[in-house]
């Protein structure tokens, strides 16, 4: 909804550090600093989703420091660290994919009882490996069973309505 990628990114001002907004405008133009941005973004989102707050959580509580800085499609990268409230914060890993040239994914998680680290902080995925199945609405309301009885009075009411609400006049009552 705004204006230009700029003016975007001063509404979101607030909620990255002065270190993560070098790093997006370290980026050689527009779309590649609104590409990290989202980056930044979705491992934010993990971490909060993660720990089970919501966005009303200062969001300058948490850094990241990306690394690499360009992510190759079809690989998972688990070397981005977090820093909270300043510290480094060792207990969190946090698994970076890039689907395609516009979809990153990340996903937080916490330190696990036996976890053994690999070798390689590059995973490769298998060419063939899904990763995502894409559902269509038909694909989620399949096995869905009606509470109440189909009404078709109810729908056409419904569909009658307007799209937008409209101003009452102060002379029609």
């Known amino acids: 909804g705004s204006s230009s990628i700029p003016n975007f990114f001063h509404i979101m001002k607030r909620q990255f550090t002065e270190t993560e907004w070098d790093v997006i405008k370290s980026m050689s133009n527009e779309w590649m600093q609104l590409d990290m941005f989202y980056r930044?973004?979705?491992l934010k989102e993990s971490f909060l989703k993660a720990i089970g707050v919501g966005i009303g959580f200062n969001l300058q509580r948490i850094e990241f420091n990306v690394s690499p800085l360009q992510l190759e499609?079809?690989?998972v990268y688990k070397e981005t660290k977090m820093l909270l409230d300043g510290e480094k914060e060792e207990e969190w890993t946090f698994e970076e994919t890039r689907l395609d040239d516009h979809h990153h994914v990340a996903v937080a998680l916490g330190k696990q009882e036996?976890?053994?680290q690999k070798d390689s902080d590059v995973l490769s995925m298998e060419?063939?490996?899904q990763q995502f199945t894409l559902l269509t609405f038909e694909d989620l309301v399949a096995s869905g069973i009606p509470i109440v009885p189909e009404d078709s009075s109810y729908w056409d009411n419904f569909c009658s309505k307007?799209?937008?609400?409209?101003?009452e006049s102060s002379h029609s009552r």
């Open 127 to 129: 060419p063939n490996q």
């Open 73 to 75: 499609i079809g690989k």
């Open 114 to 116: 036996g976890f053994i």
């Open 40 to 42: 930044h973004w979705a």
């Open 162 to 167: 307007q799209e937008s609400p409209v101003k």
